[in-house]
């Protein structure tokens, strides 16, 4: 075979034969490993079905019902507006998937139904609930997954609702076009807060910049953990003015400033020693990044420090959600791709960082992150 031999062409060959197949399936040492493949396989095949159901579950409010406990088939029908045979279907879905499980039946033999694992870490997070809600809006750009990638398709309903990322003009950008995403990335940055804060000590900053921040989630955690820090927001002007208002009410007003501009055109405000680009950079497209980059460099002093913190593609034990969630979602919101932390790292060079690590996260499916340094 010589220096060319691939083994993986060689495994490729063996599993694409039927009769290896069925061998691998009988033989008691690969039964395993080949029914976990071939599980795997149907799950990618099914997922939108599962997908389905989970959103039915979170449109009925099915986990908020069962908060409290579980409850009877017989009770649960009615509410959900379905037949008994109906609603059994249903929740055996629900229990296929570890959202629901069965506990028994109640005195009158009617099957009863609880939480279960994954139904009841949904109920710590209710940002997965309103992702659920807007992925129709993604599913409907996928109707026709080739369109999609090719770019055939003038205008995506993600395009729309993304309303920024589309705009000739993002700054000018009304209140009412961007009130539903900016609550919306509110309630899905739920963990991703602690996890930065966690990864990374603000002790001895002074004064922190988050740009594209948001209605202000990020800094309002900083403002708890760390109360002898100035805090500055920078975002579209409507967006930063909805982040205002919110200091102004909890009585950060003193302490928290939001700042309205367009990140690729206006310069960023100077004096801050740190600064946050959380779930900012694969929003843009190359290009749009480094300008971004560049921008936060400009307004920092040698020696400051960034924290850029976002789901990355290539992530050990998480490799779908970087390019299979996030490629696709990225590229039907018109705008921007995930990054492995070494493509990055290179931005952060060329943008005039150096010093770069990367910090472990608890959840790095969802949250990695990169600190870097003014140089």
Avoid at 14 to 29: K, S, T, V
Wanted: contains cysteine; hydrophobic residues 45%.
């Amino acid at each position: 075979m010589g220096l060319s031999f691939d083994w993986r062409e060689w495994r490729n060959r063996l599993i694409a034969r039927p009769g290896f197949q069925r061998w691998a399936a009988d033989f008691p040492l690969t039964r395993p490993i080949a029914r976990r493949r071939a599980r795997a396989l149907f799950d990618i095949t099914a997922g939108f079905v599962y997908s389905q159901i989970l959103y039915a579950c979170v449109e009925l409010e099915l986990v908020d019902q069962l908060a409290e406990g579980p409850l009877a088939l017989s009770t649960l029908a009615p509410r959900l507006r379905m037949t008994e045979p109906q609603a059994d279907r249903f929740l055996r879905a629900a229990v296929a998937l570890d959202l629901l499980e069965r506990r028994g039946v109640d005195g009158e033999g009617s099957p009863r139904f609880g939480l279960g694992n994954h139904g009841a870490a949904m109920l710590a997070n209710p940002g997965i609930a309103a992702m659920v809600k807007h992925h129709q809006m993604l599913y409907r750009d996928l109707e026709d997954p080739l369109a999609l990638l090719r770019g055939e398709k003038a205008q995506t309903e993600l395009g729309r609702y993304w309303a920024y990322a589309s705009s000739l003009d993002p700054a000018q950008e009304a209140d009412a076009s961007v009130r539903e995403y900016s609550e919306l990335m509110s309630v899905s940055n739920a963990f991703v807060a602690g996890d930065v804060l966690d990864a990374y000590s603000l002790q001895s900053h002074r004064c922190l910049m988050d740009v594209g921040g948001g209605q202000g989630n990020f800094l309002l955690a900083v403002a708890e953990r760390w109360p002898h820090l100035k805090l500055r927001l920078f975002d579209l002007p409507a967006v930063a003015e909805r982040a205002q208002q919110r200091f102004d009410a909890l009585g950060l007003g003193e302490r928290a400033e939001a700042i309205g501009g367009d990140l690729l055109r206006t310069p960023l405000p100077q004096g801050a020693d740190i600064c946050s680009l959380v779930r900012v950079v694969h929003d843009h497209d190359d290009d749009q990044a480094l300008q971004i980059l560049q921008a936060v460099r400009a307004s920092l002093e040698r020696g400051a420090t960034l924290l850029l913190a976002e789901p990355m593609a290539e992530t050990p034990g998480a490799e779908p959600i970087g390019d299979a969630y996030f490629g696709l979602y990225l590229l039907a919101m018109g705008s921007g791709r995930p990054r492995p932390p070494h493509e990055l790292e290179a931005m952060l060079r060329e943008a005039g960082f150096g010093g770069i690590q990367l910090r472990p996260t608890r959840r790095p499916m969802q949250t990695r992150l990169l600190v870097a340094t003014a140089v």
